[in-house]
C-alpha cells in the first residue's frame, strides 16, 4: 500500500510506502541502497527506531495518532538508534535531504492513501 503526504496543502510525495505488519516494520529499509519504488516509509505502530544495516541518512518524523509532529530527526547516519517518544503512533522515513525545512513540533500532516 503507498499513500500521501501533504503539509499546509502542498504534498511533500505521493510515493510513500507503508510498514504496518511486524514483518515489514522489522525489514524497514534496511540493506536498501534507495528505498524501493518509493520516496520513503511510513511504520506504524512505531515510536522508535534504529538505522542498523542502513546504506543511507535518513531524515526522520515521529507523528501522532492525528498526524502531528512530534519530534523531528534530520539526517540520521545509519547504525544509529534514536529515543522513544511515547506521544508517537507513526514514523515517517525519507532519505536525507528531502524533508522541508519549513516543518516544525506542532504541526499537522496531511496522510491519505493513494
Known sequence: MKIQIKYQGKVLSNNILVADNPLTRI???MFRKKPLDSDGLILEPCNSIHTFFMRYPLDIVFLSKTN???KIIRYL???RMTLIYFKARKTL???AGNLPAD???GDILEVQNV
Request: net charge negative; aromatic share 6%; no cysteine.
Open 93 to 95: 522515513e525519507l532519505p
Open 77 to 79: 547516519k545509519p547504525w
Open 68 to 70: 502531528e509532529v512530534v
Open 27 to 29: 525489514i524497514g529499509l
Open 103 to 105: 516543518i516544525q513540533v
